[in-house]
């Protein structure tokens, strides 16, 4: 049971953070500033440091927030009943729906790095709830389809390997030779590539839809990983 004095903090921390991607918007991730917040929310600054102990926890707090919303807006969108090709349909345009919807924390997450700011480990694991979406659906197909990995399997990518046994386990791993492994890693970049170019404006002029170009793009990637439609 929630206690008065937890549901106190967990209330302030709210508006703390609230205050911050307000601040994101108007001036950026580099000129945060708990003063600003604490006059934002009319609290004195000591009560703010009470639970916000400097800038970088600042930021740190609101990459896991954001981080964790794209992440659960990806799980909501992924649907196991459906074909793996439509899967991967639905998690790329939630990366991309929510990009549009959250420019400025898109930004944080995916834009140029704040000066000084050293990310901790904290945020990692957040980080990784889109990509491990992505993962999911190219690995699911493959045990779907009793797809074996039939190419090599090198030291090199051994780290994605582990990622794959501690997001779903070691028939996961199983699957995934050096040739599947670089094209996986290759579309994961391709998407959040073409939605940061969308996102930060370098897509201007280039097509007359955008909207359908982004589609071609996660169609190819499709293809390219050979995914199932039904």
């Known amino acids: 049971m929630t206690t008065a004095r937890e549901k106190a903090r967990d209330e302030l921390t709210a508006e703390i953070l609230a205050s911050a991607r307000r601040?994101?918007?108007?001036?950026?991730?580099?000129?945060?500033?708990?003063r600003a917040v604490a006059r934002d929310?009319?609290?004195?600054?000591?009560?703010?440091?009470?639970?916000?102990?400097?800038?970088?926890?600042?930021?740190?707090?609101?990459?896991?927030?954001?981080?964790?919303?794209?992440?659960a807006a990806v799980e909501a969108a992924d649907r196991p009943e459906e074909s793996p090709r439509t899967r991967w349909q639905a998690a790329c345009a939630a990366i991309r729906d929510w990009s549009a919807a959250h420019p400025h924390e898109y930004a944080l997450l995916y834009g140029s790095p704040v000066p000084g700011y050293v990310a901790p480990r904290d945020t990692v694991g957040p980080a990784t709830r889109p990509t491990a979406v992505l993962v999911r659906i190219v690995v699911a197909d493959r045990l779907t389809r009793s797809r074996a990995a039939e190419g090599r399997r090198t030291a090199l990518y051994e780290p994605v390997r582990a990622f794959v046994r501690d997001t779903v386990g070691d028939a996961?791993?199983?699957?995934?030779?050096?040739?599947?492994?670089?094209?996986?890693?290759?579309?994961?970049?391709t998407v959040f590539g073409a939605v940061s170019f969308e996102r930060f404006g370098h897509l201007v002029g280039v097509t007359a839809d955008t909207d359908r170009y982004l589609d071609r793009v996660v169609e190819d990637l499709a293809d390219r990983l050979d995914l199932g439609r039904g």
């Open 23 to 34: 601040q994101l918007a108007e001036v950026g991730p580099a000129a945060l500033s708990l």
């Open 41 to 71: 929310i009319g609290k004195v600054s000591s009560a703010v440091y009470r639970y916000v102990a400097s800038r970088d926890d600042l930021l740190t707090a609101l990459i896991v927030q954001c981080y964790d919303e794209l992440g």
């Open 172 to 189: 996961g791993a199983a699957v995934l030779d050096d040739d599947l492994v670089e094209r996986t890693l290759s579309a994961w970049i």
